[in-house]
């Protein structure tokens, strides 16, 4: 908000004054655009951040505002950057962000991609052009990228998870390896932050409990009605597991379709999601409430 400063003192200044706070009263929808809504969150306020944000040139979610189409790599890495910046502002001192983020290839400056007949999704009517350095066909590796970026602007990157989707969906190429994962990032705000290793521990092959391992086998669950990618429940709930105790905030400031909402209503925590597009706060709003939950939706200005 830009407000006037005393015409006596400074005639010709403006200052920037940050709204008030929004209060958390038990679980919470926000819509709205989540760098907005985030500034307005209050400080220290949620335990655990759980989200996957739209990939980049590889969705068009039919929304002006949204994250992932931004015609240069740079620029979507920035804007993700300024969230989860402002993401760590809301998360406690001892608190972990676990970020899940897909990649993709160069578009060859093909301003278009074909539908798939196993995936009818994936068609595009605008791609963004080859970034500055890299070739056509070339991997980006933007999970990485944006990894660095985030350990660069002060996170702690903790660990590189390998989500194995045994019922990954098939490619068409002839030249490459099918590829059948996907990255899950363990960050932290703090060098020391809570983690329950003891509530995440996986059967060991002789018998008995081990400390979770890297790779994690978790098969994709579509969701009938909800927009096209969908987190899996066996996914997230080692994260919440991990990095929250009952009662704790877990934020998904990219909500989509409400599984993180839906997983934290099973464990006992409460979820404070943001989402952009109406459509999918409707959605997430109906299945949250079939499940006897105290949601509010707040449309952020």
Same mark, same amino acid.
């Given at each position: 908000?830009?407000?006037?400063?005393?015409?006596?003192?400074?005639?010709?200044?403006?200052?920037?004054?940050?709204?008030?706070?929004?209060?958390?009263?038990?679980?919470?929808?926000?819509?709205?655009?989540?760098?907005?809504?985030?500034?307005?969150?209050? #400080?220290? *306020?949620? $335990?655990?951040?759980?989200?996957?944000?739209?990939?980049?040139?590889?969705? &068009?979610? @039919?929304?002006?505002?949204?994250?992932?189409?931004?015609?240069?790599?740079?620029?979507?890495?920035?804007?993700?950057?300024?969230?989860?910046?402002?993401?760590?502002?809301?998360?406690?001192?001892?608190?972990?962000?676990?970020?899940?983020?897909?990649?993709?290839?160069?578009?060859?400056?093909?301003?278009?991609?074909?539908?798939?007949?196993?995936?009818?999704?994936?068609?595009?009517?605008?791609?963004?052009?080859?970034?500055?350095?890299?070739?056509?066909?070339?991997?980006?590796?933007?999970?990485?990228?944006?990894?660095?970026?985030?350990?660069?602007?002060?996170?702690?990157?903790?660990?590189?998870?390998?989500?194995?989707?045994?019922?990954?969906?098939?490619?068409?190429?002839?030249?490459?390896?099918?590829?059948?994962?996907?990255?899950?990032?363990?960050? #932290?705000? *703090?060098? $020391?932050?809570?983690?329950?290793?003891?509530?995440?521990?996986?059967?060991? &092959?002789? @018998?008995?409990?081990?400390?979770?391992?890297?790779?994690?086998?978790?098969?994709?669950?579509?969701?009938?009605?909800?927009?096209?990618?969908?987190?899996?429940?066996?996914?997230?709930?080692?994260?919440?597991?991990?990095?929250?105790?009952?009662?704790?905030?877990?934020?998904?400031?990219?909500?989509?379709?409400?599984?993180?909402?839906?997983?934290?209503?099973?464990?006992?925590?409460?979820?404070?999601?943001?989402?952009?597009?109406?459509?999918?706060?409707?959605?997430?709003?109906?299945?949250?409430?079939?499940?006897?939950?105290?949601?509010?939706?707040?449309?952020?200005?």
């Amino acid at each position: 908000m830009l407000t006037k400063a005393d015409s006596s003192t400074t005639p010709d200044v403006a200052r920037i004054t940050r709204p008030a706070p929004l209060v958390l009263r038990g679980a919470t929808i926000f819509a709205g655009d989540a760098l907005t809504v985030l500034r307005r969150l209050p #400080s220290e *306020s949620v $335990r655990c951040i759980v989200t996957s944000p739209p990939y980049w040139g590889l969705r &068009d979610y @039919g929304y002006d505002e949204q994250i992932g189409l931004e015609a240069t790599l740079s620029q979507f890495l920035h804007r993700l950057v300024a969230v989860f910046a402002e993401s760590k502002r809301v998360l406690t001192d001892d608190g972990t962000l676990w970020l899940n983020i897909g990649d993709g290839y160069t578009s060859g400056n093909r301003g278009w991609r074909a539908p798939d007949k196993k995936n009818p999704a994936r068609a595009m009517d605008v791609r963004p052009d080859t970034p500055e350095g890299l070739k056509p066909k070339d991997l980006i590796g933007v999970p990485w990228r944006l990894a660095f970026a985030l350990q660069e602007d002060g996170w702690y990157l903790r660990s590189d998870v390998v989500w194995n989707k045994p019922n990954a969906m098939p490619e068409s190429v002839k030249d490459r390896p099918a590829r059948s994962h996907e990255y899950l990032f363990m960050l #932290s705000k *703090s060098e $020391r932050y809570f983690y329950d290793w003891r509530a995440v521990r996986e059967p060991a &092959d002789g @018998g008995g409990l081990r400390n979770r391992r890297s790779v994690w086998h978790v098969n994709t669950k579509p969701f009938a009605g909800a927009h096209f990618a969908t987190f899996p429940p066996d996914l997230i709930r080692p994260c919440i597991l991990a990095s929250t105790e009952p009662g704790d905030y877990v934020l998904d400031p990219f909500f989509g379709s409400g599984t993180v909402g839906i997983t934290c209503q099973e464990e006992n925590r409460q979820y404070v999601g943001i989402e952009l597009n109406p459509d999918y706060v409707a959605l997430a709003a109906l299945r949250l409430q079939g499940q006897n939950s105290n949601v509010i939706k707040i449309a952020a200005t």
